[in-house]
């Protein structure tokens, strides 16, 4: 794999990954603050016969992204909960939740100052705010929150293990931890061991690489496309790059099984449970139900 592709893939082990992620994304939103793009995960594409989600007329162009969040989001009941939406991005996926899921309130963070100006300019609605905030240094005092929500943005940081302290910092007893992102195979166990240590205990652990790779296929035109008329001619490559359009390392890497994505419910344990039990714990094989 190259230099890019470690920066995507392969998290933690590349120096600078933070600044040059950051780089990235705020570069992205101030070029393009006009682009009509709210969402930028691969999506999700139900494979069973499962009802089509519902949504607004305005919200199609955007399904796929949308049902990555509907998977993610929705393995729980959201009513009556205070959400931290961390990594979100420009905004509509934490706008979907809010508005069609209904939690109480949902507060979105990311690192790139660009990404936060545009989501306060586009959404306003009751109980919806957005603030400037890192990952791996949560601003919110301990026991803040009822559920995290993390879609594919903790490839991007710089100690994994961290980020997931955090959460676990800031969220509630018995709070849920909503999470998904890609990783190498050979990575996955230890992402699993680095939640279980920081706390957590696993209600459902699922592989939705098929999923992912579906709504691939099924958004490479419309994501050439938005290349094609948005982004200059000689940086096309880069971005079907990072867009993971097809025959890029990313589209193959989740195609052939090499990287996996994938999906967490988990659970804050109570804090009387010591670290060496906690990792005793991550040990025994969990029963929980979600
Ligand atoms: C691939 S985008 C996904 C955005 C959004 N979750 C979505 O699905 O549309 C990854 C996001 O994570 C954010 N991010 C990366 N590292 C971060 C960090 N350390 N703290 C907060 N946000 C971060 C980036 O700025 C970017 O907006």
Known sequence: MNVIDKLIARPNNFPFRRLIWKYWYNHLASKYENINIRLMNYGYVEQTNAQELKLDICDEAERYCIQLYHHVANAILLTESE?????????????????????????????????????????QLPG????????????????T??????????????????????????????????FTDFRPKEAVAATRKQLQNAGFSILKEENITANVCASMELEHQRKIGII?????????????????????PMYEGLKT???????????????????????????LPETAEV
């Not at 996926?93 to 586009?122: E, H, M, W």
């Not at 594919?152 to 909503?178: A, I, M, N, P, W």
């Not at 094609?228 to 990072?242: C, S, W």
Request: hydrophobic fraction near 30%.
């Open 145 to 178: 929150f009822d559920t995290v929500i993390n879609v594919e943005s903790s490839h991007c940081y710089q100690q994994t293990e961290r980020f997931f302290t955090e959460v676990y910092r800031v969220l509630r007893r018995d709070g849920k931890f909503l």
């Open 228 to 248: 094609d008329r948005q982004v200059p001619y000689i940086f096309r490559g880069l971005a079907g790059y990072f867009a993971a359009a097809k025959g890029t």
């Open 257 to 283: 099984g090499e990287l996996e994505y994938l999906c967490y419910v988990l659970k804050k344990q109570p804090s009387s449970i010591s670290n060496n039990m906690r990792q005793h714990r991550s040990r």
């Open 128 to 143: 919806l705010n957005f603030e400037l905030g890192d990952a791996e240094a949560l601003q919110f005092a301990d026991n």
């Open 83 to 123: 959400v931290l939406e961390v990594g979100c991005g420009r905004g509509g996926g934490a706008y979907y939740v809010k508005s069609y899921l209904n939690p109480r309130s949902l507060t979105g963070i990311d690192f790139s100052r660009s990404n936060i100006d545009f989501c306060r300019q586009k959404y």
